[in-house]
Each structure stands twice: as C-alpha cells, then as structure tokens.
C-alpha cells in the first residue's frame, strides 16, 4: 500500500500546505517537506497542521541552500516533536 502524499504547488515547487490536511490517515506519522530551489516550504501552517495532528515534522533542506523563510534563515529543526 502507498501511502498518501500531498502534492506540490506549482509557484514553489514545494508541498501545498493546503493538501496536507486531506492526506493525513490514521497511521500518519510526519510530515515530510523538501525546501527546494531556495523556497522554503509554509513552515507555520505546517507546524501547526502537525502539532494538531501530533505529527513529527521532517525536512529535506538540501535544495534549500541560503533559503529563507519570513526573513530570516530557514533554521528549522529536523524531525522536530511538535
């Protein structure tokens, strides 16, 4: 079985923060994100989305060098807990 995936959005090339919430399933675990090209992805609506779900939070940010996310460097914790 495949599990579900939200899919990307056009502008960024990173995970529509607006699928995410349709995708998540009973044995949802994280959410995975890939900051990519330098575009960070919608970190709040993430973080938030998972600590509603109790989610853990994983990011790719290899694509995401020099990236930043509402001015600032985007430092996010990896696998954070929410």
Not at 25 to 44: N, Q, R
Not at 70 to 78: E, I, L, M, S
Request: with cysteine; aromatic share 8%.
């Amino acid at each position: 079985m495949r599990e579900p995936r939200a899919r990307y959005r056009p502008d960024t090339i990173n995970i529509d923060e607006t699928k995410i919430e349709p995708a998540i399933t009973p044995k949802t675990k994280a959410i995975f994100c890939v900051h990519y090209a330098g575009l960070a992805c919608e970190m709040d609506v993430i973080m938030s989305i998972a600590k509603k779900h109790n989610l853990l939070v994983c990011e790719d940010a290899a694509q995401g060098f020099l990236s930043t996310y509402k001015y600032a460097r985007d430092v996010w914790p990896t696998c954070a807990p929410t």
